[in-house]
């Protein structure tokens, strides 16, 4: 299949020729059930096992998170994507090499991304960033989002779940200017998830995302530790 065979250079090409992903006053009160959502997501969706990127920016359109990823497949909670140990991301003025494997849910909900980890070295279960205009792209081999700072955290051990980076919030609100509709939904949505972790409320269980983690491992994907 050729589109399985496309590399990722042909993927960072493409993101350096379209227009970074800005934020504009129609996001606030994009729907996301009416049918122009949409047109500005892919309905297309590769192959499991293929090879994509997770492509993070933050509210001014400037570059965050890019996670290396492959595809695995869709469920009622929307798409999974899986990071093998030893896949890298980076962001401008660092990077890491993923100790263990992970998955991420790009959920049919367009302002959280929910990642889980297994066998983390540090406990940490789940981390949930909490986002905005989080979708595929016109790309299929693209998901895109917008880091809006607040992340909901799960470490197995005493420190448990809490929400984190209020003070990265904080700092953004001003540096930013997010909308007051924003500010509102994004402090309660935190909240919610919080909850739902905690309640063990699938997808924020452990028996779903660790069907999706068997189908990752399944792969016997390769590290990639010289990237």
């Known amino acids: 299949d050729a589109q399985e065979s496309r590399g990722l250079g042909d993927v960072y090409k493409r993101q350096a020729c379209c227009s970074p992903l800005q934020p504009s006053s129609s996001l606030v009160d994009r729907d996301v059930s009416d ?13 499991p096992g293929t090879e994509m990127i997770f492509q993070w920016r933050k509210w001014d359109g400037s570059p965050h998170w890019r996670h290396e990823c492959v595809y695995l497949g869709a469920d009622e909670w929307g798409d999974w994507i899986g990071q093998p140990a030893g896949w890298p991301s980076a962001r401008p003025g660092a990077a890491y090499i993923a ?8 959920p049919r909900q367009p ?3 929910l990642t889980v980890n297994r066998d983390h070295p540090k406990g940490m279960r789940v981390y949930i960033d909490i986002g905005w205009d989080v979708r595929w792209s016109d790309d299929p081999l693209l998901a895109v989002g917008i880091d809006m700072d607040l992340d909901v955290v799960r470490v197995d051990g005493p420190r448990g779940i809490w929400v984190d980076d209020r003070d990265e919030w904080a700092e953004h609100i001003v540096q930013y200017g997010y909308p007051a509709e ?3 939904r994004l402090e309660a949505l935190a909240l919610d998830l919080e909850q739902r972790v905690r309640d063990q409320t699938a997808p924020f269980d452990d028996a779903t995302p660790d069907l999706w983690l068997d189908r990752l491992d399944a792969l016997h994907l390769a590290p990639r530790l010289g990237t």
């Open 35 to 47: 049918p122009a959502y949409a047109e500005c997501m892919s309905d297309a969706r590769p192959a």
């Open 99 to 106: 100790e263990t494997p992970n998955v991420t849910l790009v």
């Open 111 to 113: 302002d959280f991304a």
């Open 182 to 184: 924003i500010i509102t």
